[in-house]
């Protein structure tokens, strides 16, 4: 079945439909890793987006349950220049997911704005896209967060709460592994409840930081009670809670391949990123981590607050391993304080 990509502006890819016989509104945005597509695909930070995927094969080892992000898929849909299957292909279709095969992604990406794919007409898709509000101002953890505390894990050296505005299963794992008891808390979780823990991990997650005044605020209060991580969007609350302004990016940053300057040690480490937002550039002391594509902040060191944060996904799920010690560092870290 012919299938296509309308974006806002007029312009159109033509492609195959391979996956769900629907269509599907939301932003258009690229990722440049080579692999982890289904991970991609089950990241809730991909919630309401159509993904672009540059590297030129898609689907070629197939589909596992176990490498899932989330319990259900969050990009509404998928854009390849080819895809592999039946496997991939087949997986898509069963979880709802639209998909477009013999898209040219090279030129896409340098034209991605908002975007539709749809079996509607040319002129009514293109209308529609038009219509989309844009990620900007968007609040979206509300639609990814867990509803009531779960325990993850039962036993550990440390208890961490996890604060979850769209964590990744491979952040859960790489925690328990670490050693730490892991309890998943909702978005809305106040700062009194998150302190009673050794450690609070605030997560990645969707949307745009600066409509999460509550959220922010209850990291404000959070922070110097207790040792605080955060990553990604957790790590742009945490810019926000301690004077910092966040914005959108272009494009964005999504991929396996992004080089960031560690200021202490000097180390270019290679990562993995998935987000729209960032952390203005900053020549402030807290500065830890820096973006070498734009020099937007990377990571804080604040240890007059006990907190830290990393834009990027230490969990490495997918991804280069370079910055995987980090997490597991911080667990040892609030062991050590807290005696264990």
């Known amino acids: 079945m012919t299938g296509y990509l309308a974006l806002a502006d007029g312009t159109v890819w033509h492609g195959e439909s391979v996956a769900a016989e629907s269509h599907a509104l939301g932003e258009a945005v690229f990722t440049t890793g080579m692999s982890g597509y289904q991970e991609a695909v089950t990241d809730p930070s991909f919630e309401d987006q159509l993904i672009c995927f540059t590297a030129p ?35 898509l279709r069963e979880h709802g997911v639209v998909a477009l095969t013999g898209i040219d992604t090279r030129s896409l990406v340098l034209h991605l704005r908002i975007a539709v794919a749809s079996d509607l007409a040319v002129e009514e898709a293109v209308e529609l896209a038009r219509q989309q509000p844009s990620m900007l101002g968007h609040a979206l953890v509300e639609d990814v967060s867990t509803d009531e505390p779960y ?52 997560s990645p997650g969707p949307g745009d930081p600066e409509p999460l005044e509550a959220e922010t605020q209850t990291v404000r209060e959070l922070l110097g009670r207790t040792h605080v ?24 940053h999504r991929g396996a391949n992004h080089p960031v300057h560690e200021r202490l040690t000097g180390r270019v480490l290679v990562t993995s990123q998935n987000h729209g937002f960032a952390v203005r550039p ?3 002391a807290e500065v830890s981590h820096v ?6 902040v990377e990571g804080l060191d604040l240890p007059e607050l006990r907190a830290r944060s990393l834009q990027f996904h230490p969990e490495a799920g997918p991804g280069p391993h370079d910055a995987w010690p980090l ?12 005696g264990a």
């Not at 899932?68 to 990009?75: K, L, N, Y």
């Not at 969007?233 to 964005?252: C, D, N, S, V, W």
């Open 151 to 202: 325990v993850y894990a039962e036993d550990g050296r440390v208890r961490i709460a996890v604060v979850d505005y769209g964590v990744k299963n491979s952040v859960l794992r790489r925690l328990a592994k670490a050693g730490a008891a892991v309890t998943v808390h909702p978005h809305d979780t106040d700062a009194d409840t998150l302190a009673g823990h050794d450690g609070v991990l605030l």
């Open 229 to 252: 991580l955060g990553i990604c969007l957790g790590h742009q609350l945490i810019a926000r809670a301690t004077g910092h302004e966040t914005y959108k990016l272009p494009f964005g």
């Open 327 to 338: 997490l597991e560092a911080w667990v040892n870290e609030v062991a050590e304080a807290a």
């Open 57 to 91: 094969m898609v689907g070629n080892y197939g589909v596992a349950e176990e490498r899932s992000e989330s319990a259900r898929t969050h990009a509404r849909a998928v854009l390849m220049r080819e895809a592999r299957g039946p496997e991939w292909t087949d997986w």
């Open 282 to 284: 900053s020549d402030a």
């Open 291 to 296: 973006s070498l594509y734009d020099g937007t």
